[in-house]
C-alpha cells in the first residue's frame, strides 16, 4: 500500500514537471520558475510587450486565471487557491510566500464609466498598480482593486474587498476592508489599530 502511495506520488511529480516543460514551451515569452506547480484548466492571457514571471515552486490550483498586458511579477514559494483570477494592464507585484485562498480577484484597473451614454465595455480602463507584500493571506473570494498595496505579513479576511492600502501585519476585514487588528510576536496580544479609542471595538469603526 505504502509503495503504492509512493509510487503514484512519484508519477504525480513526473507529470507536474512535464506539464511545466510545456507550458515553458508554449508561453516563452512568460517566465515561469522551477517546480511550480501549475495545474490543470490554467488560463493565460499574454498580451503584447507584456512581462510574466511566476517564482519558483508556486503553486496554482486548478482553474485559475491570469490576463497580462503589463508587468505582473510574483515571486517565490507563493500558493494560489483553485479559480484565483490575476489581471494586470499596469503592474501587479505578489511577494514570497503569500497565501491566496480559492477564487481570490486582483486587479489593477478597472473599467471607466464617466460616459452615461456609451456602454461600460467602450469606455476603456483605469489603472493604477497593485502591490501585495510578501507572507500575505488572503482569504477566500476576496477581491483587491486597482492601486492598493498590502504590507508585508498582512492579513486579508475571506470575502473582503480591499479598497484602501493595508499596513504590514495587519488584520482587516469586510467591505470596505477595515484593519480589526495587528499581528503581535507570539504570547503578546493583538494590538487594535492606533486611530480608534481604547474602548471601541475595532471592527466597529
Ligand atoms: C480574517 C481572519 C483570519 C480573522 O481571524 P481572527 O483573528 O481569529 O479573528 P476573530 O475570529 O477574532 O474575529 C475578529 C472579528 O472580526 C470579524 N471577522 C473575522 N473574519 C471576518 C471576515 N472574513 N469578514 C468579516 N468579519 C470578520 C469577527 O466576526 C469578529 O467580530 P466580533 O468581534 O464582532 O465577533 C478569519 O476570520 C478569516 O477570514 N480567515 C480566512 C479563511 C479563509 O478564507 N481560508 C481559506 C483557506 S487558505
Request: overall charge positive; some cysteine.
Amino acid at each position: 500500500m505504502a509503495r503504492n502511495i509512493s509510487v503514484g506520488r512519484a508519477w504525480a511529480a513526473v507529470a507536474r514537471r512535464a506539464r511545466l516543460k510545456y507550458l515553458q514551451a508554449r508561453w516563452r515569452r512568460a517566465r515561469l520558475g522551477a517546480r511550480c506547480d501549475i495545474r490543470s484548466g490554467f488560463h493565460l492571457v499574454l498580451g503584447e510587450g507584456a512581462q510574466l514571471s511566476i517564482g519558483p515552486r508556486c503553486v496554482l490550483d486548478r482553474g485559475m486565471t491570469i490576463e497580462c498586458f503589463g508587468v505582473l511579477s510574483i515571486g517565490r514559494e507563493v500558493i494560489f487557491g483553485h479559480h484565483c483570477t490575476l489581471a494586470s494592464r499596469e503592474s501587479l507585484i505578489i511577494g514570497d510566500d503569500s497565501l491566496l485562498a480559492e477564487m481570490v480577484s486582483v486587479r489593477d484597473h478597472d473599467h471607466r464609466f464617466d460616459q452615461l451614454d456609451v456602454p461600460i465595455r467602450e469606455q476603456g480602463a483605469d489603472s493604477a498598480p497593485v502591490v501585495i507584500g510578501r507572507n500575505v493571506w488572503i482569504g477566500a473570494k476576496a477581491t483587491i482593486v486597482k492601486g492598493v498595496t498590502i504590507g508585508d505579513n498582512a492579513i486579508i479576511g475571506a470575502n473582503a474587498v480591499v479598497t484602501r492600502d493595508i499596513p504590514a501585519n495587519a488584520i482587516a476585514v469586510g467591505i470596505p476592508a477595515r484593519v480589526i487588528k495587528f499581528r503581535v510576536p507570539q504570547g503578546e496580544p493583538a494590538e487594535p489599530p492606533s486611530d480608534l479609542p481604547a474602548d471601541t471595538p475595532p471592527h466597529e469603526s
